[in-house]
């Protein structure tokens, strides 16, 4: 796997505001370092803009409020590496 440098998320949700936290491996059995949070109104806010490298992505999505939404999708916009 190559690495990849994330740098916007693009959350497709609906209801209230939210908290991403945004997951990085470099190998599959890596313990996942998670940087964040970044705050997401889906109200007023189109994106989360982040600097993430890992070979391996993942996601959290935490609301401290007990407010309802609903993720319908992510759009990650990253840049490929070299080889780690």
Request: net charge positive; with cysteine; charged share 20%.
């Amino acid at each position: 796997a190559k690495l990849k440098v994330v740098r916007e998320v693009w959350p497709q949700m609906t209801g209230g505001a939210v908290q991403f936290y945004i997951g990085s491996q470099l190998e599959r059995d890596d313990l996942v370092l998670w940087t964040g949070p970044f705050d997401f109104d889906p109200a007023t806010q189109r994106k989360v803009n982040c600097l993430v490298n890992g070979k391996y992505i993942s996601y959290r999505v935490v609301s401290t409020t007990g407010v309802s939404w609903k993720l319908q999708g992510l759009i990650f916009t990253y840049n490929l590496g070299g080889n780690y």
